[in-house]
């Protein structure tokens, strides 16, 4: 499956994605049967016009209002979603635009989202770009979508609110809201580069505000703007097939994979407190915990921590140390680590079914050995040592059946 990267060279605006989604390849069809949907269809005139841009080529979007007038606000715009006969997903993705959007406006101008009435972003072309572009992600499918940081150029625009300084308050509390980094290095440029639209588009429906490292481009779409910029005024969007040097070895044996390691010293906690927490640290899916006593400051005895976890869970692990222990910090890195493939199931034994673990050796021999847990229970049960537990097994164990698939 392809992935999506959103070159926004300077900036983004709605029309512009829309326009490099359609030069990508989504069909006009696929947006107007989204737009009837909605009841919208005989509200405007859609087309996509080759355009250029400082002699470079694109899509311009024109939209034609026949209702110029109308102008509607958040609960209007909620019904039509809601009624709309779309799927989950692609629903979903339409209302978390305009709700971020309504959120937005409704703290800048100190009201209930509920009430915020929109001007600019209740017309019909606003309608158009902002379904119109979740329509093309649903259509497109990607694996991920990528986007490098925008600009937003400096000046003013003016709205039904009067004339603005930009970036404008809805954009700051956009980005402010789900924490996107922007560059300034061409905000010498006059204009809104990035406007509501086209950053509501883009912080809803990007999963990565980093370009990947190593990529190869499949095909690409260019979107044109309508502002006359001393630079080409567009937004690209690609198909990419993102290359991690690693992907080969997740599915083969020693697999590799990215760990995160936290640790910190603590000299003010009993020993008791200590493997409580160590116990929390693994029912909450550590992949490793170690401590150790250690002599600290002013010669108190304390406890060198180190917590080996998946890279997916350090925030939360944060958490659960400043939570459950009386630490003031701690140290966090990232690391890669190399691990056999190993799958769990069971056998059967003298003993009956017994709980299994297989690994992988790097030349495909495959190891096997009962689980710790079985063989100290089974040692209680029958009054005999660990190792002869191990003999009766390994003499009378039968076929592996496997529980999971190798991981």
């Known amino acids: 499956m392809e992935e999506i990267l959103i070159d926004c060279s300077p900036g983004v605006s709605g029309d512009m994605l829309l326009g490099a989604f359609h030069d990508l390849g989504v069909p006009k069809n696929i947006i107007e049967k989204t737009l009837a949907c909605f009841g919208l269809e005989k509200l405007y005139f859609l087309n996509f016009k080759e355009s250029k841009s400082c002699s470079i080529r694109g899509i311009k979007v024109e939209v034609d209002e026949i209702d110029q007038n109308t102008r509607r606000d958040w609960n209007s715009i909620k019904d039509l979603i809601l009624k709309a006969q779309l799927e989950k997903q692609l629903k979903k993705r339409i209302y978390q635009v305009f709700e971020s959007l309504a959120m937005a406006e409704g703290k800048v101008h100190g009201i209930d989202p509920e009430e915020v009435h929109f001007h600019e972003i209740g017309a019909i072309d606003s309608l158009v770009d902002i379904i119109g572009v979740c329509a093309s992600i649903e259509y497109l499918k990607p694996k991920k979508v990528f986007c490098n940081e925008p600009t937003l150029g400096r000046g003013f625009v003016q709205t039904d609110h009067g004339k603005l300084s930009i970036p404008s308050p809805a954009v700051i509390e956009l980005l402010k809201e789900k924490d996107i980094k922007v560059i300034s290095s061409i905000d010498s440029i006059e204009g809104e580069l990035s406007t509501p639209t086209g950053i509501a588009l883009l912080s809803n429906l990007v999963e990565c505000f980093k370009i990947p490292n190593k990529y190869s481009i499949n095909s690409y779409g260019v979107g044109i703007g309508n502002l006359e910029l001393p630079c080409p005024n567009l937004v690209r969007v690609l198909k990419i097939n993102s290359i991690n040097e690693y992907s080969k070895y997740k599915k083969t044996s020693p697999r590799y994979e990215e760990i995160s390691i936290q640790e910190a010293l603590i000299d003010d906690q009993t020993s008791e407190d200590i493997a409580n927490f160590l116990e929390i640290f693994r029912k909450e899916g550590a992949y490793d915990v170690s401590c150790q006593t250690i002599n600290m400051k002013k010669n108190r005895t304390g406890f060198s921590i180190q917590v080996i976890l998946p890279i997916e869970k350090q925030v939360y692990f944060r958490k659960l140390w400043f939570q459950y222990s009386n630490t003031i910090g701690l140290r966090e890195r990232k690391q ?3 691990v ?26 495959i190891s096997m050995k009962p689980e710790n847990d079985e063989i100290l229970r089974l040692q209680i049960e029958n009054n005999k040592t660990a190792q002869e537990v191990r003999n009766i097994i390994q003499e009378s164990c039968r076929e592996f059946k496997a529980l999971e698939d190798w991981k």
């Not at 056999?340 to 021999?365: D, H, V, Y």
């Open 336 to 338: 890669f680590r190399w």
């Open 340 to 365: 056999l493939l190993r799958r769990r199931g069971e056998c059967l034994t003298t003993f009956g079914k017994i709980k299994f673990k297989q690994s992988m050796k790097p030349n495909g021999t």
